[in-house]
């Protein structure tokens, strides 16, 4: 069974910075995008952060030049080094990733659990 799972979130001050990491796992054939969503208290989910299979990146307005999203394909890992971070940045973060696993080698859209992010003094 395919499963990613989230971790390194926790409470910072601002200006802070934390990194996040999801690790993917299971019965993996390939992995194609990962992302990184969040969402906060009263608010809709939103993308944060996205790298393709080939190294596209893209991000959300408010976290470029702060944040930034890379991928260890040999660890099925995909991190998020968040700096200066914001008490606006407050929420639950979710790792996604499209994966196919080898009992029938079609993508589906997977996500991990959550992991909280607090950022207060």
């Known amino acids: 069974q395919v499963r990613v799972v989230e971790s390194g979130g926790g409470l910072v001050q601002p200006g802070g910075s934390l990194r996040l990491s999801c690790v993917a796992s299971?019965?993996?054939?390939?992995?194609?995008?990962m992302g990184w969503h969040r969402q906060a208290p009263g608010k809709q989910r939103e993308l944060v952060a996205f790298?393709?299979?080939?190294?596209?990146?893209d991000y959300l307005d408010s976290v470029k030049g702060r944040f930034t999203i890379s991928r260890d394909n040999a660890k099925k890992t995909v991190y998020l080094q968040m700096n200066s971070l914001k008490p606006e940045d407050t929420a639950v973060y979710y790792c996604?990733?499209?994966?196919?696993?080898?009992?029938?080698?079609?993508?589906?859209?997977?996500w991990g659990q959550g992991t909280q992010v607090t950022v207060s003094s």
């Open positions: 299971g019965s993996i054939w390939s992995i194609n995008d």
């Open positions: 790298i393709g299979s080939d190294g596209r990146i």
């Open positions: 996604n990733a499209a994966i196919a696993p080898y009992d029938d080698y079609r993508e589906h859209d997977y």
